[in-house]
Structures are given as C-alpha cells and as structure tokens.
C-alpha cells in the first residue's frame, strides 16, 4: 500500500468519488445483491424503518435509494439529499418514495433551506468523508437537527477490503481503493473504516445515548443529538 504526505488530495478524491458514482449509478444496486449480505440487509430494512419511524428524516449521500425505499414509507416527512444529480435520477423512481422530497445538496454545506429534522440517516457514506472533514460534515447535519434528534450512520465494515484492498494512505489515516466500472476503467475512492472508538470521540461532546452494533458486512453508529444545557 502506498502512502503519500499531507491531505491535500481530500478535493480531488471528492471529485474522483463523484465520477465514479455518477458512473456507477445505472448498476450501482448490485451490491446489495450478494447472497452473504443477504441477513445482514434484512436485518436492517426492518431496523432502521422501526427506529426512525414517525419521524422527520433527513438522509445524507442518498444515492440510488436503496435505503429511501425502506425508510420513508414509515417516516412522518423525508427529505433525501445527494451531491451527485446521476443517482439521484434512479432514486425518484423507487417505490414507496412518492412524497419523499429529494435534493441535490452538499453534505458539508447543508442549507436552511431543507428545513428542520428530528432524525437523520446516512448509508454507506461516512466512509467517504475524509478523516479531516469529519467535524465539518458533522457541524453541518447537526445544524438541521433538533435537539433530540435521532441520528443513524452505516457503512462497510472491513471485510470489504477482500474485495477492494486498500492501496494507498496519506499521512493523516485516510485510505483509498481502486474501484472497477463495467466499461473497464478503474476509479481511485477515499474509503475510510473508523473504529467504535473514533465514533464515541468524534462525538463526545455532541451525542449522548450512542450505540455500535457490528454485523457480517456494514458497522452502525447510532446517537442522539444533546439538548444544549
């Protein structure tokens, strides 16, 4: 694996990571066709639509909307955002999202505009967030949150390295694979695998009631946002 000095690759990796989905949005659903992940995705279709249910949810880095599809049927309104316009485009044809409000927006710059929320969710994106920009991403979900407000973060635990070794990491911990597409080509994306520890830091003075459940194939982070004294 090679390493490189400093992070002042985290914009480049930004704009690689989004030509690679916007490419990868037309097959992306095929990772969740993999028979080992089978039980692990069943387990949490019924999770997160029993936690989040009757609440307003914001939904960070949608993509496709393989989550959308299972949440929001349950929520009382549901906002989903994505940087990225090309998934986006597959997630307003799911079932059961015909009131889901979708919206092309930044993660780290999330605007008033969205409004106000009681829960958020992200899938498969914190990983995705430099190790550098996690404050800052954090800063800016918890500006639409109430107080209270019911937070779940998902993603790939390590076992997805087997498929995707990583291949290179900066000085700050940051860690990157290199990721096929169908028409041959390879794209270099920033993948990141906190452990519970770096979670309960990262969120110590924000979070209270937080919760680290491990699966086969995908980590969960879940917490709710501190009332301010």
């Not at 989905?21 to 029993?50: C, N």
């Not at 967030?129 to 390590?158: C, K, M, T, W, Y």
């Not at 290199?178 to 270099?188: F, N």
Request: aromatic share 12%; net charge negative.
């Amino acid at each position: 694996m090679q390493n490189h000095e400093g992070s002042d690759t985290a914009f480049d990796s930004a704009r690689e990571m989004r030509a690679y989905y916007a490419a990868r949005a037309p097959y992306y659903d095929r990772v969740y066709l993999q028979p080992e992940r089978a039980a692990d995705l069943a387990f949490l279709q019924a999770h997160l639509a029993h936690v989040l249910a009757g609440r307003r949810v914001l939904e960070v880095a949608c993509g496709t909307g393989y989550w959308t599809q299972w949440i929001a049927p349950h929520a009382a309104a549901y906002t989903a955002t994505d940087g990225v316009a090309e998934p986006l485009a597959f997630a307003r044809l799911r079932p059961h999202c015909a009131q889901v409000r979708f919206a092309l927006a930044d993660a780290y710059a999330l605007g008033a505009e969205l409004g106000e929320f009681d829960a958020a969710f992200a899938g498969l994106w914190f990983s995705h967030v430099p190790i550098e920009r996690r404050g800052a991403f954090l800063q800016s979900l918890h500006a639409r949150l109430a107080p209270g407000a019911r937070v779940i973060l998902l993603d790939n635990s390590r076992v997805q390295c087997r498929d995707y070794p990583l291949v290179e990491r900066d000085a700050l911990g940051n860690t990157w694979q290199m990721r096929p597409l169908d028409d041959g080509t390879q794209r270099k994306v920033l993948k990141n695998f906190p452990e519970q520890a770096e979670m309960t830091e990262l969120l110590a003075a924000s979070a209270s009631h937080c919760a680290w459940r491990e699966l086969d194939n995908f980590w969960l982070f879940e917490y709710e946002l501190q009332k301010p004294d």
